[in-house]
């Protein structure tokens, strides 16, 4: 009975363990993409060097030597959110979660200013340093405030281990650790020789992630870029500076998707909705919204098109039906946008489908309409004109063939 009873108690610490990595794992990524900021689970040596690697500018900033950072890691107390400010005006909370301790960061508060940088530069009497070159490199980080970044931590926190006891906030500016001989040495963050070539860098990164179709990568590396001359945006970014920056933008992902094969039907599409929601933008939120919704289009597409391995034709009618599933589509047109015959059109979808266009369309029809009779109660009627069936008779004959069963008892019978 004990060995019976001890091993039920390590099956439930293995479910338990597996419960928080997942809600780890989820809070990570949530706070990654929404906030551009990495929270990075401090489990080695290896881990802290390559952070002082990637982040350091300057042996003044003590938080970024590879004993240090290492040193907090080993030593950092449960008790304490740890704020630590460097001499740059850098940022980095520093805590632990079930014993694993973790980095929030590196961020800045906000932008530096001329006047600042040489301010900074002259404390520390640093003229090694130009001016522009550490509001650049304090501008490649993302911006949020202090008590913002302390609660999305405190957050973080409570998520993963809910039971964790509420943590102090302990600033720290100041370190007792002395840096090595080796870290002494006067080190300047490369910049692939000047600050233009480090942003051509940038700039080539970011059209890799695009053909990659990593999304979250590429947005990573656009916030980067903009906050690279956000130093230089005096009274702020003006709506239509933004206009022609997205319009840059979307060419450069054009080619970028062009070159890895994208349909260009599809290349169009997505470009052509882009250009009509900047149009419709306001504010720059609005158009910065317009660019991240543009880049995880592009993605997505990217992505589909490596996974499913179809034709180039295929994937074009593919992208028509399951975008504009919602209006009505018209065989013929589509097969001459695509410069071919509408039989030969079905003949070759039916191929490596198994479908005809038409049988397909009503299918995604169908799953759109299934998920909005369970997640709320819009009319019956109104849900076979949000899918493209004007006619309810017909939409109702239509999902019986799919689902074996009325749309209002589907309904309830997932409601209930």
């Known amino acids: 009975m004990e060995l019976e009873w001890a091993g039920e108690l390590e099956s439930m610490n293995q479910r338990s363990a597996f419960a928080m990595d997942i809600r780890r794992d989820t809070a990570m990524q949530i706070i990654s993409q929404i906030c551009m900021i990495e929270i990075i689970a401090l489990n080695s040596q290896e881990t802290t060097d390559t ?79 130009e001016v522009k070159d550490l509001q650049y490199y304090c501008g490649s980080f993302p911006q949020i405030g202090a008590a913002a970044a302390v609660k999305i931590a405190s957050s973080f926190i409570y998520t993963v281990s809910p039971e964790e006891p509420s943590k102090t906030i302990k600033v720290v500016t100041g370190i007792e650790i002395p840096p090595s001989e080796e870290e002494a040495v006067v080190r300047k963050r ?60 979307r060419t450069t992902i054009r080619h970028a998707a062009l070159q890895v094969g994208l349909p260009v039907l599809i290349i169009d599409r997505i470009s052509s909705a882009n250009t009509t929601l900047v ?52 065989l013929p047109s589509l097969s001459d946008e695509l410069g071919i015959s509408e039989s030969r059109l079905v003949k070759n979808f039916k191929k490596e489908i198994g479908l005809t266009p038409s049988a397909y369309l009503a299918k995604i029809r169908m799953q759109k309409a299934a998920l909005l009779l369970i997640s709320g109660t819009m009319p019956v009627s109104e849900i076979s004109t949000a899918v493209g069936i004007n006619d309810s008779n017909y939409f109702v004959k239509l999902f019986k063939k799919e689902f074996d069963e009325a749309p209002t008892a589907y309904r309830k019978r997932h409601t209930t």
């Open 279 to 330: 149009s419709k933008a306001k504010t720059v939120g609005d158009i910065m919204i317009a660019k991240e919704i543009m880049i995880r289009d592009f993605c997505k597409a990217i992505r589909e098109m490596r996974e499913n391995k179809y034709s180039a034709l295929v994937q074009s009618v593919l992208y028509c039906l399951n975008h504009d599933y919602s209006s009505s589509i018209d």
């Open 190 to 249: 490369p910049n692939y020789k000047s600050k233009l070539e480090y942003r051509y860098a940038l700039e080539n990164r970011f059209i890799e992630e695009i053909k990659n179709g990593n999304a979250h990568s590429a947005l990573s590396i656009m916030n980067v870029i903009e906050q690279d001359v956000a130093y230089l945006k005096r009274l702020g970014p003006a709506p239509e500076n933004e206009r022609i920056g997205i319009t840059i933008t």
């Open 51 to 129: 952070i002082c690697e990637r982040h350091c500018l300057h042996p003044v900033q003590h938080f970024f030597h590879k004993k240090v950072l290492d040193t907090i890691r080993r030593r950092v107390n449960q008790e304490y959110i740890y704020h630590a400010i460097d001499a740059f005006g850098v940022h980095l909370l520093l805590f632990s979660v079930s014993g694993t301790p973790y980095l929030f960061g590196p961020f800045c508060c906000q932008p530096l200013s001329e006047y600042g940088a040489r301010t900074i530069l002259k404390q520390n009497e640093l003229d090694e340093i």
